[in-house]
C-alpha cells in the first residue's frame, strides 16, 4: 500500500478584487485557486501542467506555507497543516522545501553562494550546528555537481543552470521529503533543462524524495512524472497515471495540450488531428457558468453551460480522472 505523504482537498485561493478609496469596496474576487483535489504518494512525482495563469504557483505558495489558502485542506502525513501554527508548523515547514521558477531573480545577488544555501540553517540551526555549516553547504554543493571550492562565489559568477542548481541545493539542506518545483526548468536554455532534470531525478533515489513538479507544459514533465495534474483556472480538469495522460487523455482541455507538443515522428505526426483552442483563457475574475472550460471547447453543448462537471473516474486505470460530461478517449 503507498502511502499518500500529502493529501490535497478542495483547496481554493481568491485573491479579493478592491476598488474605491483605499481600496475599501471589494468588488469581486480573483479566483487563483478554485478548487483542487490530489495526493502525492510517497516517493513519487506528480506533474501539474497549465498554461500561465492559471493558478499552478499559487498551488506551490499554500503547499510551502508562503500564502494561506481561502478553504481546503493539506494533509501532510495525515496532519492538516493549514491549522498548525509555531513550532509544530515549523517542524513540518522543515520537510516542503520549494525550488523557485526562476534561478536569476530568487537568488540574493549581495549573498554568496555558502550564504544562500546556508540560509536555511539559520531557521533550523539544529541540522547544522555553527562549526559544521561550511562543511555541510560544500557538501550540498557537490551533490548537486558543482564545486565545492565555489563557496564564497556570488550568484553573478554562475550560469543559468548553475544557479537552478545553487536553488536545488538551498531547497535539499534541510533534507526535506517533499519538493515543490514551481517550473524549474522553464527560465533555462532547452540544451540546459534536462541535466537539471536529470539532476533532479538522481537526487530523488538519492534522498527518497517526493516531488511535485511544475511546468506550463506537458513536454517537459513527461519524463519525470508518474502521475500528471493538468490545471486550467485554478482547478485540475483531469489527473492520472503518465500512461492515461498522455496515451489516453479523455478531457478536450488535455486533448488540446497534448496536440501542441511536437511529435519527432512524421509518421505519428500525419495521423494527429491538431486541435487548436480558440480564444484566450478566460479571466479569473469571471469563470464561466458550468464548466470553466466551455468556452473554449469543441465539444461544449447546453449541458456545459449549466452543470459544473464532477471529477469522475474514467477509463479501466485507478486513479485516471476527468472534468468533462463528454470525457472519452479521442479516436
Ligand atoms: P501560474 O503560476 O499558473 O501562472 P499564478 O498562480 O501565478 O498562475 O496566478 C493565478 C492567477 O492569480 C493569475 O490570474 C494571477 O494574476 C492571480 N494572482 C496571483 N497572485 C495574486 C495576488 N497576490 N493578488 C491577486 N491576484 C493574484
Ligand atoms: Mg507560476
Redesign the pocket.
Known sequence: MVEPILEVTGLVKH?PLTQGILFRRQIGA?K??DGVDFTLNSGETLGIV??????????AKMLVNLEQPTSGTIKYRGQDITELSGRALKAVRRNIQMVFQDPYTSLNPRMTVGDIIGEPFDIHPEVAPKGDRRRKVQELLDVVGLNPEYINRYPHQFSGGQRQRIGIARGLALRPEVIVA?EPVSALDVSVQAQVINLMERLQNEFDLSYVF?A?DLSIVRHISDRVGV?YL?RIVEIGGDTEIYDRPTHPYTQALLSAVPVPDPEAREHRRRLILSGDVP??TSIPSGCRFRTRCWKAQERCEREDPAHLPVGPAAGHLSACHFAEVAA
Open positions: 485573491y480573483v487563483a485557486v497549465g498554461e500561465s495563469g492559471c493558478g499552478k504557483s499559487t498551488v514551481d511544475i506550463h490545471m485554478g479571466s479569473p
